[in-house]
């Protein structure tokens, strides 16, 4: 039978909380994703953490009898440890120490299901151990009931792993490349369609809202990271406009540095958008704080910039429409929708739309025989819907955008009344 494993959570706060605020509460979340049962809490307020184990020498010894009290076989850290607070707290606490990182690394790991993002898991996660050398926390340690340290490993021995840890990672580097420089290729092929991509923190309903809003059946679970790797679906908004909708990996705040750069083509998902919709969940009373987060990572990937609509989810859930006003204050221009129940999605699918339009019209124009190179020019970069051969030239129905229009008229291209 498989122990369930136990653990206690502790995290150094740099300000005494607020009344009511739960600091630990994003980490219980992950626990419970990643099937681990909570314990128990430690809190430690100062300025900053001790540089050698993290909390201070009186907070360790309270923090090993609250593990010995409650029978952890866990202790969990909300912030990623240095690899020598981590092997000083291993070993003063005698049971495994997991930081931050290494939780979401597990559930990534847990949840990946392309090759792409099993292989973007693992080179990750090999980039944390290297200079841990340690063996990560998975699920397979606790199968085989292991907890506690590694200890006793000799330098020989160390040597050659580490080696073997740098061959490992050029060898999922150069994997990932071939597997991007495919994708890419995808992406081009699909054309000129206009694209939008749903971001946002993880669990705000990005999947939900995919489903609703095209029939997609991709996975939406009350779960951190259901969602890893990226679906590209057509999406239909009705009077003959459809753009193409992905879903993709959610965001965290103190998301491990090694996961952003290795998911960094899942994450560029949203680079290759023309408008994102940015999710958030109306009803989570830290939504303003997770907002800040996203529109970190956006930044860090270098989508700040991109047309952005921001999309308050999970309204069914707020008891009065009292909290919107609150939550629209800083964000006017922000839709309330509910996947769950459908309300908001034709307010949505609208804005979306003219955003569309303004991307690309529909037109008829004309275009003589011989201007070959204006031909070759609109089937490159506009979408051709239908052809008429006429006399004097081709008469065609184009989705063109107003900068490409400009350019084929100052060429002499009129176009043609409906
Ligand atoms: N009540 C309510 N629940 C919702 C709504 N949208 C999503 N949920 C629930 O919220 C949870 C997360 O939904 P997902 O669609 O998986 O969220 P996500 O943003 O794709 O999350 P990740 O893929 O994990 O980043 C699920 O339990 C959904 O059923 C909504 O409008 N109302
Ligand atoms: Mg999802």
Not at 8 to 13: D, H, I, K, M, Q
Not at 357 to 370: C, G, N, Q, T, V
Not at 402 to 407: I, S
Request: proline residues 3%; contains cysteine; positive net charge.
């Amino acid at each position: 039978m498989k122990l369930q494993e136990t653990a206690v959570l502790f995290a150094v706060l740099s300000s005494k909380p607020e009344k009511g605020e739960e600091p630990l509460k994003e980490l219980e979340a992950l626990c419970d994703t990643a099937g681990v049962l909570v314990k128990g809490h430690l809190l430690q307020v100062r300025r900053n953490p001790v540089g050698a184990s993290y909390l201070g020498k009186g907070k360790v010894l309270e923090l090993k009898e609250l593990i010995e009290e409650r029978e952890a076989t866990l202790a969990i850290c909300d912030a990623e440890l240095s690899p020598v607070q981590g092997r000083n707290l291993e070993r003063a606490l005698g049971v495994r120490i997991v930081d931050r990182s290494e939780l979401i690394l597990a559930i990534f790991a847990d949840h990946a299901q392309t090759k792409q993002a099993r292989l973007q898991v693992e080179l990750a996660r090999r980039q944390y151990e290297l200079p841990r050398l340690k063996r990560m926390w998975t699920h397979l340690h606790r199968e085989r009931g292991g907890t506690g340290t590694m200890g006793g490993m000799g330098e020989k021995q160390i040597e050659v792993d580490r080696r073997l840890m740098k061959g490992q990672i050029s060898t999922l580097k150069k994997r990932l490349k071939e597997i991007e420089k495919r994708r890419a290729r995808e992406v081009r092929s699909r054309g000129k369609q206009f694209r939008v991509s749903l971001v946002g923190y993880t669990n705000a309903g990005k999947s939900s809202l995919m489903n609703r809003l095209t029939g997609a059946g991709v996975l939406a679970e009350d779960q951190l990271f259901a969602t890893l790797d990226t679906r590209t679906r057509r999406w239909d908004l009705g009077e003959g406009r459809e753009v193409l909708l992905s879903d993709t990996v959610g965001f965290i705040r103190k998301i491990p540095h090694h996961l952003v750069a290795s998911f960094h083509a899942t994450l560029s998902e949203a680079l290759e958008a023309d408008l994102l919709l940015v999710v958030a969940d109306a009803s989570d009373p830290d939504v303003e704080l997770k907002l800040d987060s996203v529109h970190d990572v956006l930044e860090s990937i270098g989508a700040g910039a991109k047309d952005q609509i921001l999309v308050f989810n999970k309204m069914d859930l707020l008891k009065t429409r009292q909290h919107l006003p609150l939550l629209k204050g800083p964000h006017p221009r922000a839709i309330p929708v509910s996947a769950y129940n459908g309300e908001g999605l034709d307010e949505l699918s609208k804005k979306v739309r003219s955003a569309a339009d303004a991307f690309s019209k529909d037109l008829w124009i004309e275009i003589p025989y011989e201007e070959g190179q204006l031909l070759a020019l609109l089937r490159e970069k506009a979408t051709v819907l239908e052809e008429k051969f006429e006399n004097q030239g081709v008469r065609m129905k184009v989705r063109i955008s107003p900068a490409l229009m400009a350019t084929i008229e100052s060429r002499g291209v009129r176009r043609l009344p409906a």
